[in-house]
């Protein structure tokens, strides 16, 4: 063509240099041309034909192989095939050509290879599955060894060198690329070990105070596990550290159906006393102590009577606490409690004293793990426990606040 076209310009009275120039340049034009009318057909024509076919069709992967444009990505190696099998039409630069068309041919593929392995991802994420074994990690190594491998190829096709001479020399840079590649190599460790020993999944609620992470895992990959707090921040971690430090998984709570509560009141030592019959007559008249004090009653009678204990000192023999009794009552309460978990361990227990009193430690189990209603209940227990301690003839331990001095202060002055 460009032979023909130097002809008809040599005989309109073109010299021969110019010739040569605007036939050229008219094939170049010519082939860009033909370029953007076949790319405008691919993508105007061809890809809205298959995008009305995808939407009628009942399969789901390719309509996610559309929104990830994959197809789109594919039609992209259509021009510069053509500019490649068109080198011919330029002897003295041909082999360059070639060179760069194919150096375009092979990135327009790596491209295309990157979404269709984004879009593997997608398609696997609509399966339940998808949150214990991510593989989002895994793609991410496969796109590194396309990229590699691209790479190679693109060098050894500008040198005109065959890859097997750059794979050897790669030999001699093992260290280096063990560097340039570490963080990627401890991350697919990383990764594997997580989803071998099934340490985590995608919506698991994990604990890190070290690296200020307390929320819901959202997504793992290969550099990066990325967590969302419950203030709604964004902490991202690389894998790695999730192996070599510890944290806290929430799962086992969430998988068990129950939620422990764990805390405790402090009673005011100086309040602990022996119940007189007064005090047992009006706790009997509580529905959770009257088997209770009625039986523990009898039995105390009957082992103080055997021993032949003086009954005219609280000291000798056997006596109900208030401290005591008012333990046993919060194991019946919360033994009746209906959003108790009661197939858990339900305990209270005293610690040891301190100087902020008697701590009575509430340990139970709520039948939810929802935060709200868990917070809701604990709220509602702790609300009941501290509202019935005067009736027990104890008192909160609480330090003195700045009204209490006040008082004090007044009281002196007078």
Known sequence: MIDY????????????????????????????????????????????????????????????????????????????????????????????????????????????????????????????????RPIKGYLQVVKIFFSVAAAIIIVSALMDRSPLL??????????????????SILGLVASIQLATN??????????????????????????????????????????????????????????????????????????????DEEMLSRLKKIQYLKEYIEERSAEIEKYNREKGIDPSSMVNG??????????????????NHPRINHSMTTMVRQLQPCEHGLPVEVYTFTNTTRWVEYENIQSDIFDHILAVVPEFGLKIYQSPAGSDIGRISLLRSE
């Open 5 to 132: 076209l130097k002809e008809r310009f040599a005989g309109w009275g073109f010299n021969e240099v110019l010739s040569a120039y605007l036939s050229n340049a008219i094939a170049v034009f010519l082939i860009l041309t033909v370029c953007f009318i076949v790319n405008i057909i691919s993508k105007k024509v061809l890809l809205r034909m298959l995008g009305a076919y995808i939407s009628r069709s009942k399969n789901k992967w390719d309509d996610v192989l559309l929104k990830n444009k994959v197809f789109e990505r594919i039609t992209g190696i259509v021009p510069a095939i053509i500019i490649h099998e068109s080198a011919e039409l330029f002897p003295a630069v041909e082999e360059w050509i070639k060179r760069f068309a194919f150096s375009y041919i092979v990135i327009a593929v790596l491209l295309a290879l990157f979404k269709i392995l984004d879009s593997i991802d997608d398609i696997y994420r609509q399966h339940a599955i998808s949150k214990a």
């Open 166 to 183: 750059l794979l050897s020399g790669l030999g001699a840079a093992t260290a280096v690329l063990m560097l340039i590649f570490q963080n």
């Open 198 to 275: 099934d340490m985590l999944q995608i919506g698991d609620w994990i604990e890190m105070p070290s690296h200020g992470i307390d929320g819901d895992v959202i997504e793992i990959t290969l550099h990066t596990v990325k967590v969302q707090n419950w203030d709604k921040t964004i902490v991202t971690i690389p894998p790695h550290l999730l192996i070599s430090e510890s944290f806290k998984n929430w799962k086992g709570m969430q998988e068990s159906g129950g939620r422990r509560i764990k805390r405790c009141i402090y009673i005011d030592m100086t309040s602990i006393r022996f119940c």
């Open 318 to 335: 056997r006596h109900m606490t208030n401290i005591g009794t008012f333990r046993v009552y919060v194991q019946k309460y919360l033994e």
